[in-house]
């Protein structure tokens, strides 16, 4: 999987953006165990890649739910 852009992930909805990351920490997971079998991988920079894409998402949904979460000035 390639790595996501940021301008690529804000344009995605939450629910999918979740789906995405519970995609990507399945993919993740075979890569880890991959490495510690000793399996070489297609592409060992695959495992530093798609930690980053998981950040990205995780920032992103944090920043969606922190304004959904605002309240307006006026109230107290």
Request: net charge positive; hydrophobic share 30%.
């Amino acid at each position: 999987m390639a790595m996501l852009k940021n301008k690529e992930l804000r344009t995605i909805n939450p629910r999918e953006l979740k789906t995405k990351l519970e995609e990507l920490r399945k993919e993740l997971i075979k890569l880890n165990v991959q490495k510690s079998t000793g399996t070489s991988a297609k592409n060992p920079k695959q495992i530093k890649i798609i930690k980053k894409t998981i950040a990205r998402i995780l920032t992103l949904l944090q920043k969606k739910y922190k304004k959904l979460e605002k309240k307006p000035e006026g109230e107290k």
